[in-house]
């Protein structure tokens, strides 16, 4: 079966710094683009970042993560990056990684989800 794996979540003060990862497991990782999103509490889930399954690969950021996201991916070992840099108390809530056969896809409706980790950023 598919599985996305969030990990690298926590509490942070703004300012720092977080990466978050995502396992994969159950699909050919290599050839799927991966996305990554969050959604703060009391608001709708909103796209961050996503990445092709291109080898020269091909990047997607949110405005409001501009310059300050890194997405990244290791076909090797099935797992995609989120390097969270210059973190806002904004930037709080629960990540979730995504899926899909295109980038496309990955930012409308992914077809496969992880679970969530929670990134919480203090003032």
């Known amino acids: 079966q598919v599985q996305l794996v969030e990990s690298g979540g926590g509490l942070v003060q703004a300012g720092a710094s977080l990466r978050l990862s995502c396992a994969a497991s159950g699909f050919t990782f290599s050839g799927n683009a991966v996305g990554w999103f969050r959604q703060a509490h009391g608001k709708e889930r909103e796209f961050v970042a996503a990445?092709?399954?291109?080898?020269?690969?091909?990047?997607y950021y949110a405005d409001s993560v501009k310059g300050r996201f890194t997405i990244s991916r290791d076909n090797a070992k099935n797992t995609v990056y989120l390097q969270m840099n210059s973190m806002k108390p904004e930037d709080t809530a629960v990540y979730y990684c995504a899926a899909d056969a295109s980038v496309r896809a990955v930012t409308t409706r992914p077809r496969y989800w992880g679970q969530g980790t929670q990134v919480t950023v203090s003032s």
């Open positions: 990445i092709t399954s291109l080898s020269v690969a091909i990047v």
